[in-house]
Structures are given as structure tokens and as C-alpha cells.
């Protein structure tokens, strides 16, 4: 399956994905989650620290056949055995070592491996809490008010030529991003959006989508709630439903 097709395809058809972000790093975590994976559009893997990427892997292939796309939160996270990788510029950084750095480094290892890379523009916005990206990155994340800002580095990232957009209230975030920030870039958008942190309801992840997400992502709210998903996965197909209605 080539993983952005599918994502452009349910764009065009007004078919929203959610996607679990899983963090290799947490063992305990993810393992509680396992057994809740099989009905799941997509699984994100990768975290802001650490290294141990193949046991997560191997463990996820075990519960699900839902595509598995790497989410590095560095170059020791990469893997030849998932499905495809987010090839991922943090657009509001300050330094060099988040934009270009480390794709410089693993570059030849992708082309080698011949896994699907898709370009991804990744805007880390303020949820009211610092996030571990924020911290590992050390970025500025964008305040919510400031919408022109937040739509021109989106714009920037699909003119750079980033196949999707992912606007980021970062790990734990007390405020997740605005539905006036999600409907604003959605409509200046070409390419599929995609919005996560500190979605901890199926109500705000409806809402996410009502805005324009295309894709949703939730991590740190299953970690803790793992029975919580296949509520999720009934809201969702009961939204979809309705759309279709």
C-alpha cells in the first residue's frame, strides 16, 4: 500500500483517519494498547527520546495488519520494516539540527531501504504545556492567536514542497489546537492536515475533524486510557456514517 495515496484518497472522499501515535519508549504503555489496534486507520511510532524502535515494531505487527509509519523524534528511530516514514521538518525551528541536520544524515539509509517517504511539514503550536518536543527541539512553539503566523508557516511547508502539514499542540498539552486555527489552515491547504495533541475526547476529535482535519493523532491519552479507543473508532464510524447519509 503507498501510505500518502491513502491519505490523499480518504482527503478526496471526506474519510478522516485517526492515527495512535505510539512511543517505543514506553513499553508498559504501548503493550496496554496492543490488543485495542486491530480496527485502526494508522499507527504513528516514535518518540522525542530514545532508540528501541524494532521490538515496538515487531510487537504491533503481531495485533494488526493497519499501516505502521514512523514518526521519528530522531535518526536512531528509523526502521527498513515499517510501512513508511514521515520525513519531517520542524518549520518553526530555530536551528538547523531540527530542519536539515539529521535528514543529511539518514538520507542515504532511506534511499538504500526503499521505504515510502513522505515529506512532512511539522508546526509545533502552544498547548499550555511544555511539551517534550519542545524541550528536545528547544523551538518557540507559535501562540493560538496568532493565526497568520500559524497558516503562513503551513503555507511555507506545502510551497516547500511537504506533501502533508501536521499542526502539533506538543505531548500533554493542556489546550489543543483551535478549531478557528484547524478551519483557518484547512482552507488554504492543498495537501492533507494533520492535527494532534491533547485530544482527549471523542467530542474534540469530532470537532478536529468538523474544522478540517484530515488526519487526527492520539497518543498520550491512550497511553493512560487504552480502553477508551474503541470508543473512538465507534464515534468516528458513526461520524463517517452520517456524513455519507
Given at each position: 500500500?503507498?501510505?500518502?495515496?491513502?491519505?490523499?484518497?480518504?482527503?478526496?472522499?471526506?474519510?478522516?483517519l485517526l492515527?495512535?501515535?505510539?512511543?517505543?519508549?514506553?513499553?508498559?504503555?504501548?503493550?496496554?494498547?496492543?490488543?485495542?489496534?486491530?480496527?485502526?486507520?494508522?499507527?504513528?511510532?516514535?518518540?522525542?527520546?530514545?532508540?528501541?524502535?524494532?521490538?515496538?515494531?515487531?510487537?504491533?505487527r503481531q495485533?494488526?495488519?493497519?499501516?505502521?509509519?514512523?514518526?521519528?523524534?530522531?535518526?536512531?528511530?528509523?526502521?527498513?520494516?515499517?510501512?513508511?516514514?514521515?520525513?519531517?521538518?520542524?518549520?518553526?525551528?530555530?536551528?538547523?539540527?531540527?530542519?536539515?541536520?539529521?535528514?543529511?544524515?539518514?538520507?542515504?539509509?532511506?534511499?538504500?531501504?526503499?521505504?515510502?517517504?513522505?515529506?512532512?511539514?511539522?508546526?509545533?503550536?502552544?498547548?499550555?504545556?511544555?511539551?517534550?518536543?519542545?524541550?528536545?527541539?528547544?523551538?518557540?512553539?507559535?501562540?493560538?492567536?496568532?493565526?497568520?503566523?500559524?497558516?503562513?508557516?503551513?503555507?511555507?511547508?506545502?510551497?516547500?514542497?511537504?506533501?502533508?502539514?501536521?499542526?502539533?499542540?506538543?505531548?500533554?498539552?493542556?489546550?489543543?489546537?483551535?478549531?478557528?486555527?484547524?478551519?483557518?489552515?484547512?482552507?488554504?491547504?492543498?495537501?492533507?492536515?494533520?492535527?494532534?495533541?491533547?485530544?482527549?475526547?471523542?467530542?474534540?476529535?469530532?470537532?478536529?475533524?468538523?474544522?478540517?482535519?484530515?488526519?487526527?493523532?492520539?497518543?498520550?491519552?491512550?497511553e493512560q486510557?487504552?480502553?477508551?479507543?474503541?470508543?473512538?473508532?465507534?464515534?468516528?464510524?458513526?461520524?463517517?456514517?452520517?456524513?455519507?447519509?
Amino acid at each position: 500500500m503507498n501510505i500518502l495515496s491513502h491519505i490523499i484518497t480518504h482527503k478526496q472522499q471526506g474519510s478522516p483517519l485517526l492515527a495512535v501515535l505510539i512511543d517505543p519508549n514506553k513499553q508498559d504503555a504501548y503493550t496496554s494498547i496492543l490488543p485495542f489496534l486491530h480496527e485502526v486507520n494508522l499507527i504513528f511510532v516514535g518518540g522525542s527520546t530514545g532508540q528501541s524502535i524494532e521490538p515496538c515494531i515487531a510487537s504491533i505487527r503481531q495485533y494488526t495488519q493497519a499501516p505502521i509509519v514512523l514518526f521519528p523524534g530522531n535518526i536512531a528511530q528509523f526502521s527498513p520494516n515499517a510501512d513508511a516514514l514521515l520525513f519531517l521538518s520542524l518549520l518553526n525551528a530555530h536551528t538547523a539540527d531540527m530542519l536539515i541536520t539529521p535528514h543529511i544524515q539518514i538520507a542515504q539509509q532511506v534511499i538504500q531501504s526503499g521505504i515510502e517517504s513522505i515529506p512532512m511539514g511539522y508546526i509545533l503550536i502552544d498547548g499550555e504545556h511544555k511539551s517534550s518536543v519542545e524541550i528536545v527541539s528547544n523551538c518557540t512553539p507559535i501562540p493560538q492567536h496568532n493565526i497568520e503566523k500559524i497558516i503562513s508557516t503551513a503555507l511555507a511547508g506545502q510551497l516547500l514542497g511537504k506533501q502533508l502539514i501536521y499542526l502539533e499542540a506538543g505531548s500533554g498539552a493542556q489546550k489543543p489546537v483551535s478549531t478557528d486555527i484547524i478551519h483557518a489552515v484547512h482552507q488554504q491547504l492543498h495537501v492533507p492536515l494533520i492535527v494532534g495533541g491533547g485530544i482527549r475526547t471523542p467530542q474534540a476529535m469530532i470537532q478536529a475533524f468538523d474544522a478540517g482535519a484530515d488526519i487526527v493523532v492520539i497518543g498520550n491519552h491512550f497511553e493512560q486510557y487504552p480502553q477508551q479507543l474503541p470508543l473512538f473508532i465507534h464515534t468516528l464510524s458513526h461520524y463517517e456514517h452520517n456524513r455519507a447519509r
